[in-house]
């Protein structure tokens, strides 16, 4: 455990984690890590930080020490086994994944099933999919994301009732989150109920307005149910947040060289692809304010002031 000074920069780093402050929480990660450096726990934080800003392979180096230092961490095994599975290194996430499950206990147990779940079904290995989620429902039943990734499992199989079933659990489960009711009405516009999806992806965009995929069902949801003018309008804006994307990717490759800079536009293609209009752009303009000289950044500002409000 660690001493009390490094106690207090541990309040200081969940402060400034809570506040959505990256970049503070990550240096005050990097004093934990000097004051008490046999301390699994501050590279298990640094590790969180460095994912979210998209620099995986920093964040599996930040975990394996972490592991080096206690081999039961499983919080820290499930942290690496989640960061291999995004750069691809799925055979390796699995047995990281099956390890964990060796050792965890209660919510742990349940969110080791959870990713196993999500992991198999990369791999296209639909049953063990559902077995897995199907375990981590029978672990912990208000699993909002175990509903979801059974959604997902049954409509990759065609059964879309019971797709729309496990679509309903998981909103249930969590009626705040916009993921949910997307995948909701994003399936009902599929099952031909467009009346009703209107309303979820409606929904969807009262929050996160810069939503393509939202804005590209409901389009077709109103297209279908006769509305052409405001289908068209939908459409066109899920046409004109695309665009931003290969723009994100030539500012990209013009800034490669300045890490900071890049961390943030990372950052903001994953807001982007989440759908907040106002933090994707702040993030980008802090990239900005790094890279004052980037033409690939003028463009994408400029790109995004041409978008009307929602």
């Known amino acids: 455990m660690p001493d009390a000074s490094t106690a207090t920069l541990v309040v200081q780093l969940q402060r400034a984690y809570r506040a959505g402050e990256r970049a503070t929480a990550l240096a005050l990660a990097d004093s934990v890590i000097l004051r008490a450096p046999s301390w699994p726990d501050g590279y298990v934080w640094k590790a969180v930080l460095l994912r979210e800003l998209g620099q995986l392979r920093a964040a599996t180096v930040a975990l394996r020490e972490a592991l080096r230092l206690q081999p039961e961490h499983v919080e ?12 691809g290194q799925l055979r390796e996430a699995l047995d990281q994944y099956r390890q964990a499950l060796h050792r965890a206990t209660g919510t742990l147990r349940a969110a080791a099933w959870l ?31 175990a509903w979801d990734g059974l959604r997902q499992v049954h409509e990759l199989e065609g059964r879309l009732s019971e797709a729309l079933a496990a679509a309903r659990k998981a909103h249930q489960r969590a009626p705040d989150d916009p993921d949910y009711r997307l995948a909701l009405g994003t399936l009902l516009v599929r099952m031909g109920h467009p009346d009703e999806a209107v309303t979820w992806l409606a929904g969807v965009l009262t929050v996160r307005p810069w939503h393509a995929v939202a ?12 509305d052409t003018v ?31 800079a890049l961390a943030l ?43 009307e409000p929602s």
């Open 230 to 260: 405001a289908g068209r309008r939908h459409l066109d804006r899920a046409e004109q947040l695309r665009r931003l994307e290969p723009l994100l990717t030539q500012a990209e490759v013009e800034i490669a060289r300045h890490a900071d």
């Open 76 to 87: 820290a095994r499930l942290l690496l086994a989640r960061v291999l599975q995004q750069q």
């Open 115 to 145: 990713q196993l779940g999500h992991a198999y079904r990369e791999l296209g290995r639909l049953d063990s999919a559902a077995l897995g989620f199907r375990e981590a429902l029978r672990l912990d039943s208000t699993l909002a994301e």
């Open 215 to 226: 804005h590209y069902h409901l389009g077709r949801a109103l297209l279908a149910r006769g």
């Open 265 to 307: 536009l990372k950052l903001a293609r994953r807001l982007l692809q989440k759908g907040y209009a106002t933090q994707t752009r702040q993030a980008v303009e802090a990239a900005r304010a790094l890279q004052p000289e980037s033409p690939a950044l003028e463009r994408l500002l400029r790109t995004m002031d041409a978008l």
